[in-house]
């Protein structure tokens, strides 16, 4: 199995500044693309940012986020950087990663738990 295990959600003032961390764990052959998607309340869950595995690192944000989010990897961790954060960011962050458990298998998607995100004055 794998699991995924987030940290670092909490209350924050507006303009300030979080960090989001997910680690993988578990029956892990590979992983590819790790991300942060947030959801609240009656909405869909929305993509927030992805980044992919190896030497191609390729970044993706949403535009809500850019400029002020930044995700980093290091093999299967990865760290989500909130800075500058507005109450519409106000939401549960869930960590995904997509996994191979042995050189045999397609990927499949992991997800975490979630991590509260709250911005208040």
């Known amino acids: 199995q794998v699991r995924l295990e987030e940290s670092g959600g909490g209350l924050v003032q507006p303009g300030g500044s979080l960090r989001l961390s997910c680690a993988a764990s578990?029956?892990?052959?590979?992983?590819?693309?790790m991300g942060w998607y947030r959801q609240v309340p009656g909405k869909q869950r929305e993509l927030v940012a992805t980044?992919?595995?190896?030497?191609?690192?390729g970044i993706n944000y949403a535009d809500s986020v850019k400029g002020r989010f930044t995700i980093s990897r290091d093999n299967t961790k990865n760290t989500l950087q909130m800075n500058s954060l507005k109450p519409e960011d106000t939401a549960v962050y869930y960590c995904?990663?997509?996994?191979?458990?042995?050189?045999?298998?397609?990927?499949?998607?992991?997800w975490g738990q979630g991590t509260q995100v709250t911005v208040s004055s």
């Open positions: 995904k990663a997509v996994v191979r458990t042995a050189w045999y298998t397609t990927n499949s998607d992991y």
């Open positions: 980044i992919s595995s190896g030497n191609r690192g």
């Open positions: 578990g029956s892990i052959f590979s992983v590819d693309a």
